[in-house]
């Protein structure tokens, strides 16, 4: 494949989902689950009544008033019911467990949680800071790894590539996020975060591939052929292999998606769409940049 020839085609369409999805997340931003805003999440079972959701919410707002608002999900798959409720105290708890208990009797606890506004605010600023630092350290590790490539273009050039192609392959699954919280009030929690580190691992191996690949076709290469056609043999090179590995995690998150639980359906599908964008990226992006920066440095 020409991929090299046709590198203005894949560079634009990354560039517009990247704008696209910038513009996105900051009109909309992004509905953030009580791990950083601080509340109480509460997943449980009632088998045998099997209530619906509104049945359930309607209990809550008539019998048990002191619980104010209350979102509740349905997983038809497993059964439970997931309740985002205001910050909790152990007292407010036992109320409900002991309301709920008598109403339902089948009623089965699966899990608490209920975590402060201040821990909320602490955990939003140590998650952005973890993703900011691993994108600067993958890059920085990028540059020192291919320290002894100088010709044509400089190591750290290698890195800074790395770097944008990272920023691309979270923005992407971010701008999508911030859409279904728009619309459909998906939160951001701290499995979105995971999910984004996750996302940087795989990309940044794949394009590592690539780049190794670059680098050992320009030691054979020796000048004989240009920048470009070299580029271009690397990534047919290491083409199947990449998608081939990508190709194995999408299958089992296709799979875990459909069947897997509900609070996870989301972390999910962030994965889904940022492996996704990191395949493309490794591929038709960080190679084609490494070109379209050495032929402005000539110009």
């Known amino acids: 494949m020409n991929i090299i020839g046709k590198k203005t085609f894949f560079l634009s369409i990354a560039g517009i989902l990247v704008a696209a999805s910038i513009f996105l997340i900051f009109a909309f931003g992004f509905e953030e689950a009580i791990d950083f805003k601080g509340g109480t999440l509460w997943q449980f079972q009632i088998p045998q009544e099997s209530p619906t959701v509104e049945t359930i919410s309607q209990f809550l707002k008539s019998d048990v008033k002191e619980v104010g608002e209350a979102v509740i999900n349905y997983d038809i798959t497993h059964n439970t019911f997931l309740v985002r409720l205001k910050t909790t105290t152990e007292e407010e708890h036992q109320k409900l467990q002991t309301a709920l208990k008598a109403k339902f009797p089948s009623f089965e606890e699966l899990s608490f949680q209920s975590i402060g506004p201040s821990i909320g605010a602490n955990l939003r600023q140590s998650a952005i800071k ?7 350290f993958v890059s920085l590790y990028i540059s020192f790894a291919f320290r002894k490539v100088s010709r044509p273009i400089t190591s750290w050039k290698y890195g800074v590539v790395t770097m944008i192609s990272l920023l691309h392959d979270i923005v992407i699954p ?22 984004l580190l996750v996302i940087m691992g795989f990309s940044v191996h794949d394009t590592i591939v690539v780049f190794d ?4 076709n320009l030691s ?40 897997g639980p509900i609070n996870l ?35």
């Open 130 to 136: 973890a993703v900011i630092f691993a994108i600067i």
């Open 174 to 195: 971010a701008g999508l996020i911030a859409v279904l919280g728009h619309y459909l009030g998906v939160e951001i929690d701290s499995n979105f975060i995971v999910a």
């Open 213 to 216: 690949r670059i680098r050992e």
């Open 220 to 259: 054979l290469d020796r000048g004989k052929n240009e920048f470009g056609a070299v580029i271009n043999n690397s990534i047919n090179q290491t083409m199947a292999r990449s998608i081939n590995t990508s190709l194995t995690l999408i299958i089992v998150l296709l799979a875990m998606f459909f069947l």
């Open 265 to 299: 359906k989301y972390f999910i599908l962030t994965l889904l769409v940022g492996v996704s964008m990191g395949v493309y990226s490794s591929i038709f992006v960080a190679s084609p940049l490494l070109l379209v920066w050495h032929n402005l440095t000539k110009k």
